[in-house]
């Protein structure tokens, strides 16, 4: 039979298992946050998680955002493919909804029953690309949007990318606010239909649309659209017109090749953004027909605070400047400008700068513009030379000044020092209190550049060091924190090194006055200096109140008032919590003293006190702690060691949930009654003397015992254990417990063992079991062949009295083990034969808990085998789990596990 006992190795692999899928990182994660995840994947990858696991193979179908990308397969498979995801979803409602596909006429009706399967999951973003390979072709081969999506109340942002839209007669998109079209041929008054159908559309953006027709956009009052953005290329009807107007309109963007015949923009005066370009493909190429058009538009958005204007519109301002000077000026704070700085561009960007008395940031965005001509740049950096006299105070509020792609037109070194020029003559006409220039990376190459060149460099060089030391200064990622986190970080440092930090920079000279948390530890200095620095940090603190003062110093009956001061101080800045720390050299003599009656009137007048802790407090007298009607006391902590033989220690409380007694039972008296509502307690000796029992307080620890066997967690060190073995032979079943949590810290040896089998036979409500191995001072050599026999002896007594034990967790295993010198040499078998007493406990609890679901074993990670230690010990953790798998089992769906 022995032999066939070890074929139960299968559990250990579903264990393992198991293990795997709780160690999961993801399997934590709630489903939101999961369908999050998902929710960035298109739906052929979604899918594919299905095989991860078992929670993941039905996570696909409550994806709230769907989105369908071309696949590499035919037609058939891709359009049975989207069918059957949107048949197999289950989700009540879908947040986005996005398909992007190469329509084709044959499917008009499966696109259509996509896009009815989203409106009717009450879809909120919807968008829908079918582009193609050939987007030159008119919009005629266009997908036209079905009329019942022009219903929907749930949709908030529609996009959309070569469709054909007819509005219907009763259209309402009531709750679209953000719309969006590329390629998007519109019928006659369509636009005026759209303003209609949304009353809350507040962005709308066109590329490309009714790019061979007329583009009329009115917003008048009662409209809520603040932003607007209109891309065009050049292949629109140059007999078409563009007319804009809108009164509430805040932001507007104009991307145009100007190649309609009209473009009209007017009654915006709510404009507070314009962005003016033209495509990168006509960049530069500057249509003189249309210097009308170009004043008129800038003449509609010249009250704006943001401006951005591309090169054709600075050439434009060159034929302007040369005219009507003078007749057009701005009101922008910031001017950002798209130029290649070339000779011809010069004279519109000085207009811009002359006319605009009220910028403070200037963007310039250096580009390879290209109408330049490089034959005239050697006349370039003149022209700044001689505007010097028309620039007097007229730049007196320009601040910023950002310069991108700096040396990115740059041919030979001779640009380099024009562009340096230019720079330096722009920073000594402003006042701005930052200069910054981005470099374009990429290859320079010089040809005989002239010692004034290596001059400009060198002065260009120290430029650019003061820059970057202005910038690494700014760029420190503590200086952006708010003062309360940086507060809250120094709350977590003594006052020596939070002053320290005062010298990093000027923020920081005065931060630490303001500080919530004062932590003053023992310094290495003399006493008359320690206390000086106190004395000193306290008189400068500024802050209005004190979150917690923390204060640990040695020997303080030379210095009582330099204390009561520093307390004092603490108390008039309302104090929420209040450290002191006065422990000396001398730990034997008191600690904290109370007078007769004091813990009586802490009690009075503390009424709302839920915690308290005391650690050898009246140790050389009666110690009596009442809590009763009315107290908040819900925790209660007392730990003592060297306390005097002739005192008392008493104990009540009604309200009192959890309580904690650590004492060497050297008292003569030990009264704990009256503590009803207690849910926790834990009784245990000090470390020096756990093991070491007294016969003489047999009757003090039945009667701590009986006040507290209703609680519901307990736990109980070596002496009470074997006060109870003694109990089991005067008086049996005369103490039964409620507990449904019992640790017990016990050397399992054959002292403890009848104490250990009596709290599992009187504690009929135990669901887990904790047994902390230890050494016990007090344990006898013993056989332990006649320990094991103590657990079969025991077992019929145990019938039907375990039926509620469910966890059982077991630590420090192999810290009993003893490895003597004279044993180094031993075997595994050897240390085995030393663990049967552990091994014996462990066999009885799997042969008598019938719904035990869980042994967790935790191993002593310090003892030592002498040589090859690790070796024998992973060969004696081997051993022990092939026994353990061999015993019987009464539950079979206990799972052991070692840690």
């Known amino acids: 039979m022995e032999a066939a006992m070890p074929k139960r190795p299968k559990i250990p692999k579903e264990t393992h298992k198991n293990h795997e899928e709780k160690c999961d990182p993801l399997m934590s994660l709630p489903e939101p946050l999961l369908h999050h995840i998902l929710s960035c994947l298109a739906m052929k990858d979604v899918i594919r998680t299905s095989v991860l696991s078992k929670r993941w193979r039905y996570m696909r179908l409550y994806v709230p955002c769907l989105m369908f990308s071309p696949s590499k397969m035919s037609r058939s498979k891709e359009v049975a493919f989207i069918n059957q995801s949107l048949l197999l979803h289950k989700g009540p409602a879908i947040q986005k909804f996005s398909l992007t596909f190469l329509q084709h006429d044959a499917e008009t009706h499966h696109v259509n029953s996509w896009i009815y399967f989203a409106k009717t999951r009450n879809v909120n973003k919807l968008n829908l690309d079918f582009r193609n390979n050939h987007p030159e072709t008119p919009s005629v081969c266009c997908y036209r949007l079905p009329n019942f999506l022009f219903s929907s109340t749930s949709l908030t942002a529609l ?51 009714q790019r061979f027709a007329d583009l009329p956009i009115y917003m008048f009052f009662g409209s809520t659209m603040t932003t607007l953005k209109i891309h065009e290329s050049d292949q629109v009807s140059s007999s078409s017109m563009l007319s804009i107007a809108g ?15 009209y473009y009209f923009i007017r009654r915006m005066k709510s404009l507070e953004s314009a962005s003016l370009a033209c495509n990168e493909v006509n960049c530069g190429l500057y249509k003189a027909d249309k210097e009308k058009i170009i004043f008129e538009i800038l003449d509609n958005v010249r009250h704006v605070k943001y401006l951005r204007l591309c090169s054709c519109y600075i050439h434009a301002l060159c034929n302007h400047e040369e005219k009507i000077l003078n007749c057009l000026s701005f009101d922008v704070s910031c001017v950002a400008m798209k130029t290649g700085l070339m000779k011809r561009k010069l004279p ?66 001779c640009g380099y020092a024009f562009g340096a020029q230019r720079l330096s003559v722009w920073q000594s006409w402003s006042c701005c209190d930052r200069f910054s220039v981005e470099l374009d990376v990429g290859p320079l190459q010089c040809q005989g ?19 970057q030391k202005n910038g690494e200064e700014k760029c420190d990622p503590l200086k952006s924190l708010p003062e309360p986190l940086l507060h809250h970080i120094l709350s977590y440092l003594t006052m020596k090194d939070v002053i320290r930090t005062s010298i990093l920079s000027k923020r920081w000279r005065y931060i630490w006055f303001y500080v919530p948390c004062l932590k003053f530890s023992p310094l290495k200095m ?18 209005p109140a004190i979150q917690k003062f923390s204060l640990t110093f040695l020997q303080p009956d030379a210095e009582p008032h330099h204390i009561d001061s520093w307390i004092y101080f603490a108390k008039t800045r309302n104090i929420n919590e209040l450290n002191l720390d006065f422990r000396n050299n001398h730990p034997e003599t008191p600690s904290v003293y109370f007078s ?68 060497s039972m050297s008292r003569e008296y030990y009264f704990i009654s009256r503590v009803k509502s207690l849910e926790s307690a834990s009784l245990r000796c000090n470390e020096v003397n756990c093991g ?15 006040n507290v066997r209703h609680v519901k967690y307990l736990r109980l060190c070596s002496c009470y254990i074997q006060a109870l073995c003694r109990d089991k032979e005067q008086s049996l079943n005369c103490l039964s417990f409620e507990a449904s949590c019992l640790a017990i810290k016990t050397g399992l040896t054959k002292g403890e063992l009848p104490g250990i089998g009596y709290m599992l036979r009187h504690s009929p409500n135990i669901k887990t079991l904790i047994i902390n191995i230890d050494k016990i001072q007090a344990k006898e050599s013993h056989n332990h ?24 967790k077991i630590y420090n295993f192999l810290k009993n083990l003893e490895v003597p010198e004279s044993k180094q040499l031993s075997t595994t078998e050897d240390f085995l034969a030393d663990l049967q007493n552990d091994m014996n406990f462990l066999r009885f609890l799997l042969n008598n808990c019938k719904v035990m679901e869980r042994m967790t074993i935790t191993t002593f990670k310090d003892v030592q085998f002498g040589r090859n230690s690790e070796n024998k010990k992973l060969k004696l953790l081997f051993q022990v789990t092939q026994e353990l798998l061999a015993f019987s089992r009464a539950s079979r769906a206990v799972q052991i596990s070692f840690n």
């Open 526 to 543: 003399s006493r008359s200096k320690e206390v000086a620095f106190i004395n000193q940090s306290l008189l400068l603190h500024k802050g």
């Open 348 to 413: 519109g960007i000085g207009y811009m700068l002359r006319h605009s008395p009220n910028i403070k940031t200037l963007i310039i965005n250096i580009d390879k513009i290209q109408a330049k001509k490089c034959n005239e740049k050697l006349e370039e950096g003149e022209y700044w030379k001689l505007q010097e006299p028309n620039f007097v105070d007229l730049l007196c509020n320009l601040k910023d000044v950002k310069i991108y792609n700096f040396q990115k037109n740059l041919e030979d070194g």
């Open 596 to 663: 007769g009656g004091a813990i009586a009137d802490l009690t009075n007048s503390t009424p709302i006190l839920e915690s308290i802790s005391l650690k050898n407090c009246q140790r050389f007298a009666n110690f009596h702690v009442y809590m009763f009607y009315g107290s908040m006391m819900k925790t209660l902590k007392i730990q003592e060691d060297q306390v005097s033989s002739s005192s008392t220690l008493a104990i009540a409380g009604h309200s009192i949930a959890s309580f904690e007694l650590v004492t």
């Open 449 to 467: 550049a002239s010692q004034d060149m290596e001059e400009t460099m060198l002065k260009r060089r120290n430029i650019l060091k003061k820059t």
């Open 692 to 706: 070491q029992y007294k016969a003489d307080k047999e009757k003090t620890v039945f009667e701590i015992l009986v």
């Open 785 to 808: 062949s006649e320990d094991g026999e103590y657990w079969k002896v025991q077992e019929p007594n145990f019938v039907d009295l375990l039926c509620n034990l469910k966890d059982v």
């Open 247 to 261: 009164d509430y309109i805040a932001s507007f963007e104009l991307v145009t090749s100007m190649s309609r015949k």
């Open 159 to 209: 996009s959309l990318v070569r469709c054909e839209i007819h509005f219907p007669v009763n259209c309402k998109l009531s709750s679209l606010k953000i719309l969006s079209l590329e390629q998007v041929d519109f019928s006659s008054g369509a636009v005026d239909d759209l303003t209609d159908a949304t009353p809350f559309l507040e962005s709308l953006s066109l590329t490309n649309c």
